[in-house]
């Protein structure tokens, strides 16, 4: 599992030019792409959301979990493109909709459970996502 991690003051994501996932943070929040592989399990996902919501990347070395930081947590199976021949990606290490999609709604609920505020995408949805990206600060988690 892959999450690139955005720390931002503002983030929203529309289908079809309806809003279906926004947060407002104060002052500031965080974005999470999430790429799911084969490999990957619920203990995966729980495990990656435990760091994410304890990672100090926000202002004064703190953390999600500090400062009840709002996450947007968005499907990205681009993540595991393989782009090392070609001009094509593959996408072949991505694991399939009916794999990911349970794992991605896990990494959500897990943050949930660990006290976050968490707004979502729509997976498999064409999304459009808007973000102030902040500092800027991106990582990349992985495990």
Do not use: C
């Amino acid at each position: 599992m892959r999450v690139l991690v955005q720390r931002v003051t503002a983030a929203e994501v529309r289908v079809d030019g309806e809003i279906v996932g926004r947060i407002e943070p104060d002052p500031q929040g965080l974005v999470a792409l999430v790429g799911v592989t084969h490999d990957d399990t619920e203990a995966t996902a729980k495990a990656l959301a435990d760091k994410l919501w304890r990672l100090r990347i926000l202002d004064g070395e703190r953390s999600a979990a500090d400062m009840n930081a709002p996450v947007l947590v968005v499907s990205q199976f681009t993540l595991y493109a393989d782009t090392t021949k070609g001009r094509r990606p593959s996408w072949s290490a991505a694991a399939p909709g009916p794999v990911a999609e349970p794992l991605v709604d896990v990494f959500a609920e897990a943050l949930r459970a660990l006290g976050g505020t968490v707004a979502t995408g729509r997976f498999g949805a064409h999304m459009h996502i808007d973000l102030t990206n902040d500092g800027p600060v991106t990582l990349l988690l992985e495990a």
